[in-house]
């Protein structure tokens, strides 16, 4: 769908999907670009892990933010997200997952 077919009245009748609404990768690395140079890099690093999420699949992004729910998953399934993160070319997503295992580790929060 074009972006002149973008409409809330497409929205309302339905014609519109999530795939019409996703968010450009290269969009949200321009963010990251502007929220570091505006000093925030924290947003920046946000907006770097939203363009990997982008090129993902729907459902793959659920299920990344149901595994890491905390007492939702165990070490060894985080540590096969993060492995599968990087393979797919997100690189900062699979740091982050690492990132919330040693967290839950210490915190008792593993299933």
Known sequence: M??????????VDGKLGLSDLRMDPAVLAHQA??????GNPQLAENFLRAAELATMDDDDVMNLY???RPH??????L????ISLENQGAARCAALV??????YARRGLLR
């Open 2 to 11: 074009t972006p002149e077919h973008i409409s809330v009245g497409n929205a």
């Open 33 to 38: 670009v502007v929220a570091a140079e505006g």
């Open 66 to 68: 149901e595994a890491l």
């Open 72 to 77: 939702r998953s165990t070490a060894e399934e």
């Open 79 to 82: 540590e096969a997200l993060r």
């Open 98 to 103: 690492e990132q919330a295992a040693q967290a």
